[in-house]
């Protein structure tokens, strides 16, 4: 059976994830304590987390999986988007579709609360997207000189934040979370990290308000003296111009200290202000194509409810149709088999609803799998991407009128690790 963790089964639990990750380092007597501490303080608090086991009827935890309960913007709405982590299966039971059993009661007590999309950072890409997650975002990371940055700011507005700005750290994040589709507010996790100084925080405020926050770190470079460090960049959060413009002349500052600073972001529009994006590889990509980073895919989505979703979103500040339309898709999901079908997705009197209907695959207008329509109604790739690959034929509609109507406009922004 499945069920909540309580304090008497922490200790399975730390011996459980010690095998099923070692590189979490907590094999050892001192480290596994320490583990379990955390994992009881987690419980016992009153927080975003939650944490479910499979026991066998000998009571022993076989499989275990942490719930985030988070508040997330799908394309300027907040709304309710969980997340699974920690997903562990015990070594000598692998291979026996535990972890099968694990999403499928995460997807079922989702759907209970009438959660409509859900998220995870996979270990293996494929297993999950063959139970209907869908690619998010792609992340870069840069490897830039300092002297790259822009330093038409104000270095001297930034100062040097400590956790007792938390609630200031906090405000401004959450506003930029409101500001940026995908972004989840601030978790009691982070709010732990910012309390016990994990990172160094650098700040801007206009008058008595923080408009800019950046948490980051010092790091000695691999194989080199005690005088050569790279900054890595971990958080970068601001709501106004200027205080990014102000934070890049901080960094470009630090020339003297830095070698390259690290920037792991969504965002690949920011080489465009940069002075010299290129990173420290001196690799050209033929022709004439200077290497300015890696790139790796990691979040992905799943509509854990499509009702749910259509509902709590309405395909908010998208174009909408000028009179009332009806579009009839087919969706494809193995994994919840009660999503698998026809649907007629309407629009009247300024709402999207959705209902289920008997016609089939071949009669509808639209057939997608479930974890194409999560990455598109997320804003990762387009209906026309879609349709130009040859993952979906939409010839009774236009690929470019469904983005229009169901595609936010921007790709999800997700700093919130889970």
């Given at each position: 059976?499945?069920?909540?963790?309580?304090?008497?089964?922490?200790?399975?639990?730390?011996?459980?994830?010690?095998?099923?990750?070692p590189g979490m380092q907590i094999a050892g007597e001192e480290a596994q304590q320490a583990f379990i501490e955390r994992l009881n303080l987690?419980?016992?608090?009153?927080?975003?987390?939650?944490?479910?086991?499979?026991?066998?009827?000998q009571n022993e935890l076989v499989g275990i999986y942490k719930l985030h309960d988070l508040q997330g913007n799908v394309n300027g709405k907040?709304?309710?988007?969980?997340?699974?982590?920690?997903?562990?299966?015990?070594?000598?039971?692998?291979?026996?579709?535990?972890?099968?059993?694990?999403?499928?009661?995460?997807?079922?007590?989702?759907?209970?609360?009438?959660?409509?999309?859900?998220?995870?950072?996979?270990?293996?890409?494929?297993?999950?997207?063959?139970?209907?997650?869908?690619?998010?975002?792609?992340?870069?990371?840069?490897?830039?000189?300092?002297?790259?940055?822009?330093?038409?700011?104000?270095?001297?507005?930034?100062?040097?934040?400590?956790?007792?700005?938390?609630?200031?750290?906090?405000?401004?994040?959450?506003?930029?979370?409101?500001?940026?589709?995908?972004?989840?507010?601030?978790?009691?996790?982070?709010?732990?990290?910012?309390?016990?100084?994990?990172?160094?925080?650098?700040?801007?405020?206009?008058?008595?308000?923080?408009?800019?926050?950046?948490?980051?770190?010092?790091?000695?470079?691999?194989?080199?003296?005690?005088?050569?460090?790279?900054?890595?960049?971990?958080?970068?959060?601001?709501?106004?111009?200027?205080?990014?413009?102000?934070?890049?002349?901080?960094?470009?500052?630090?020339?003297?200290?830095?070698?390259?600073?690290?920037?792991?972001?969504?965002?690949?529009?920011?080489?465009?202000?940069?002075?010299?994006?290129?990173?420290?590889?001196?690799?050209?990509?033929?022709?004439?194509?200077?290497?300015?980073?890696?790139?790796?895919?990691?979040?992905?989505?799943?509509?854990?409810?499509?009702?749910?979703?259509?509902?709590?979103?309405?395909?908010?500040?998208?174009?909408?149709?000028?009179?009332?339309?009806?579009?009839?898709?087919?969706?494809?999901?193995?994994?919840?088999?009660?999503?698998?079908?026809?649907?007629?997705?309407?629009?009247?009197?300024?709402?999207?609803?959705?209902?289920?209907?008997?016609?089939?695959?071949?009669?509808?207008?639209?057939?997608?799998?479930?974890?194409?329509?999560?990455?598109?109604?997320?804003?990762?790739?387009?209906?026309?991407?879609?349709?130009?690959?040859?993952?979906?034929?939409?010839?009774?509609?236009?690929?470019?009128?469904?983005?229009?109507?169901?595609?936010?406009?921007?790709?999800?922004?997700?700093?919130?690790?889970?």
């Amino acid at each position: 059976m499945i069920r909540l963790l309580t304090k008497s089964n922490t200790k399975q639990a730390a011996t459980l994830l010690a095998m099923a990750y070692p590189g979490m380092q907590i094999a050892g007597e001192e480290a596994q304590q320490a583990f379990i501490e955390r994992l009881n303080l987690e419980i016992e608090t009153e927080n975003n987390l939650s944490f479910y086991g499979l026991f066998t009827e000998q009571n022993e935890l076989v499989g275990i999986y942490k719930l985030h309960d988070l508040q997330g913007n799908v394309n300027g709405k907040i709304v309710r988007i969980w997340g699974i982590g920690t997903v562990g299966v015990h070594f000598f039971q692998k291979k026996e579709g535990i972890a099968k059993r694990l999403l499928q009661h995460f997807h079922e007590v989702a759907r209970s609360e009438n959660v409509g999309i859900v998220a995870l950072y996979p270990f293996n890409t494929t297993f999950y997207q063959k139970m209907g997650y869908g690619y998010g975002p792609t992340r870069y990371q840069y490897k830039l000189k300092p002297a790259s940055f822009p330093s038409s700011g104000d270095r001297k507005k930034v100062i040097m934040l400590s956790p007792a700005n938390e609630e200031e750290i906090v405000a401004v994040y959450n506003k930029f979370a409101s500001l940026h589709h995908g972004m989840i507010e601030r978790t009691w996790h982070e709010r732990n990290l910012i309390k016990k100084k994990a990172t160094y925080y650098a700040g801007v405020y206009e008058g008595d308000e923080l408009v800019g926050a950046l948490a980051y770190a010092l790091l000695p470079v691999k194989d080199s003296h005690f005088l050569h460090h790279e900054m890595t960049i971990f958080e970068w959060v601001w709501t106004k111009p200027s205080a990014f413009m102000d934070l890049c002349a901080w960094i470009h500052s630090q020339q003297d200290q830095v070698d390259r600073v690290i920037v792991r972001t969504h965002d690949e529009s920011l080489i465009f202000q940069l002075e010299d994006p290129r990173n420290d590889s001196n690799h050209l990509i033929p022709s004439v194509y200077h290497e300015i980073g890696t790139a790796g895919i990691g979040l992905m989505y799943r509509i854990s409810s499509i009702e749910s979703f259509v509902q709590q979103t309405n395909f908010h500040s998208l174009d909408r149709p000028d009179h009332p339309a009806t579009i009839s898709l087919f969706v494809q999901d193995t994994f919840i088999p009660q999503q698998n079908g026809s649907y007629h997705l309407s629009f009247s009197q300024d709402r999207w609803s959705i209902e289920k209907s008997s016609e089939s695959m071949e009669e509808v207008d639209l057939s997608i799998a479930i974890s194409d329509l999560s990455s598109w109604w997320m804003g990762c790739v387009s209906m026309e991407q879609l349709v130009q690959y040859g993952k979906v034929n939409a010839d009774k509609l236009s690929a470019r009128q469904l983005d229009r109507w169901f595609k936010p406009e921007s790709k999800p922004v997700c700093l919130t690790s889970f």
